[in-house]
Nanobody, 122 residues
């Protein structure tokens, strides 16, 4: 099991951009599909984007499609989420995790990191 550390969140006005990073330890990063998840207070954790092992396939939730771009650099054990045209409803804590199943988009690792806070003001 790898250790995942998220960074890059912050406070931004609506319409702005942020770039999140997820750095993984260990040698097996390239073995797994990965996903970005987010959770707002009082709400369920949602999968916002996912990427296959080699980056060839991606998934985006309808709410972020066309605005967010997921990518990965396996050589650097790093995954990214470029977020453009941010909206107040994007406000949440963003987490990264392995992806256990492409259809269900279930997370691979049972333990979640601290995440990174994204706050979008109007």
């Amino acid at each position: 099991q790898v250790q995942l550390v998220e960074s890059g969140g912050g406070l931004v006005q609506a319409g702005g951009s942020l770039r999140l990073s997820c750095v993984a330890s260990g040698r097996t990063f390239s073995t797994y599909a990965m996903g970005w998840f987010r959770q707002a207070p009082g709400k369920e954790r949602d999968t916002v984007a996912a990427i296959s092992r080699n980056g060839g396939n991606t998934y985006y939730a309808d709410s972020v499609k066309g605005r967010f771009t997921i990518s990965r650099d396996n050589a650097k054990n790093t995954m990214y989420l470029q977020m453009n045209s941010l909206k107040p409803e994007d406000t949440a804590v963003y987490y990264c995790n392995g992806l256990r199943d492409w259809v269900t988009r279930a997370p691979l690792y049972p333990d979640w990191g601290q995440g990174t806070q994204v706050t979008v003001s109007s």
